[in-house]
């Protein structure tokens, strides 16, 4: 046999130990980042809404504070509410009020007596005699005329300056307001004036003894000519108004005396109770909870976060040894598949990355990841290592939400629950019953350990209709799911099986039609197979539709197959031996291929490759030597020429459609199939493969081989049966 070149086995070593050191790093990074999920920014926070703490809760850290709404709110309205209203004064209405005053005391300076002024004068200002003899003093001089017009305009300056508000002139909202800030048409607003609202409103205006009154009176000399002058004035200020209201300009003064006043905070120091003994925890309580929460957080110092985060490593790197050490041990085709791996580190990830997302919800959601992740890998391999998954992503969970051995047991026991229920999903309505499942475990689980915690039944009846919800709908969601995951995971489910089987599947028809011989020998391989497998517990649903597909490359070459042959010629008797062991061995790369074109599972296909395993196409073989015996020049035959390329069976299930379709062959060349010639050629098949070493690498144990063996014999005596010999019909 030919050696292979030292280079090429150092190739096969360094690629090995390349695999294996990408392998630990991805397992590595994956552990780093799941550390990282888990740490988050600190310890979780714990508690719930209407949870019942064992003993009372106090402030652990030196103080906190919360913010006040109320407080605030009161405190920026009452600096909003002293602002004062922005009034805009055109004093022109004050100024003519002015001038015509001034005009009536030269009227008044050039008439001799009363009954001279115009009396349209005398009605409009309604003039009366005293008020008139008032004036003429003052203007019998150029001298006192000169000085009463100085002093009318002294008067009104306190007027033009504060203006008056009119009626309807603030709205009805405002006119509780105290004081106003005027300025005048044209001044800016830095140039405003504040006035109590009382110095600008006519009714007060008017009044003798009010200070506007006073201001204009002081103005004069003597004070008896400015009191006339007052009443005169005081007639007609009601219908000359001068202020309107500025609403934009008071609201952005308003809005900037609340933005000046800080939040008010709630202090609470270290040692105070936030939550009694026993006492459900309220939504303020919860609120003041969260604080102290991010106020101890922020306290941290970074040595303690380190210390946490080194903890928090060290705790997830174990678990990750743990389902290492599991999966290398009973899942090999994990360990050994790259892509496998970086898969089901993508899923921890995500599934870790989700529980965080939905951390202390009310509603419970964060099952929901854990759930579906142990089911997506209970179905993609078997539920034992659903379990082991369940166990590990439940005190990741718990690690992340800081929850406690009751939120554990919750967790692993309704998703184990769902998860052994697993072990072969054939319909659809499988998932539905593994998530009612499921959903009972959860609700029976919340109470029992809501009631061992002393919580509030309302609190364990919310947490168990929750999550008993999300474990069915868990089951629905998988069900619908279920076709993206078998063709994203390359899942291999007992449904896509059945679909695989259907005789309409394009595959089979071909195979009935162009090698009928080939596809009832597959029918009766599938049927015998499955019996076996079952036997000893491996997936028979498996075996037997691969059984169906193993031989699907005889159709491209079917006369050259003996079952296909139907009385013809021997397509083989004008060959070469180890040119009929090519077309032999062909079928099965040709099958290969055939169930990749048409997009067959990777597990139908691992059986195709696998089911001659390396054996030896010992008909051919024994011929070459045959031939060759006479010919002292003839080269040496060499065996492996004669060898399938293989692999081995890698799996139980194709060591089984190994020892099955080699045994149903062979039984058809029986002339006489007897039990005991069938028990025979059985023993002796399998036997020669077990000595060939071809089931070495399958995982199967001798006890499970002699298992296998006895149920194909009893199949195919079954098969084989004697029939009882009717007399022929005789014809009337």
Known sequence: MRTLPSISIEQGRAARQRARLVSFSLIGLTALIVSAVVHGSGPPFEYRLGQRPEREIRVKVREFGIRNQTKTSNLRQAAADQVPLVMINDPAPIKDLAERLDDLTVTVAKSQRYEDVDPTVVSTWRLKPEAYLDIKAATDTPQRRDNLHVQIAKAFEP???????GPGALPRNEESSRTLSIRDIDHPAEAARIFPRERVVPERIVKPDGPVAKEFVAAFTPSRVGETLFQLV????DGRPTLTFDPEETARLREQAREAVPEWFDTFREGEVLVDQGQPIAEEQLILLRMEHDAAIAELTLAEKLQRAVGILALVSALFILAGAYIARHE??????????????????VCVGMVRLLANQAWNADLIPVAASAMILAIAYNPSFGLMATFCLSILTCMALGTGISHFLILMGGTAAGVLGLNDVRTRTKLIKVGATSAAVYLILTWAAGLWEHQPIELIRSDGFWRAGWGLMAGFFMGGA????????????????????????ALLQELVRRAPGTHNHSITVGAIAEAA??????????VRIGAYFHDIGKMLKPHYFVENQMGS???????APAMSTLIIIGHVKDGVDLGRQHH???RIIDLIEQHHGTTLVEYFYHEANRRGAGDPDAAVVQESAFRYPGPKPQTKEAGILMMSDCVESASRTLSEPTPSRIEGLVRELIDKRLRDGQFDESGLTLREIAEIRDSLIKSLIGIYHGRVKYPEQRTA
């Open 482 to 505: 279920l076709p993206f995951l078998e063709n994203s995971f390359g899942i291999v489910t007992g449904i896509s099986l059945l679909e695989l089987g259907d005789n309409t599947h």
């Open 533 to 542: 497998a079952e036997r000893i517990g491996a997936n028979g649903l498996l």
């Open 234 to 237: 005081a007639e007609r200020l």
């Open 332 to 349: 090999r085709r994990i360990a050994a598949d790259l892509g496998r791996i970086a898969t089901l580190c993508a899923l921890v990830v």
């Open 600 to 602: 067959l599972p990777e």
């Open 569 to 575: 010629a021997n397509r083989h008797a004008n060959l």
């Open 159 to 165: 007027l033009l300056e504060a203006g008056v508000l």
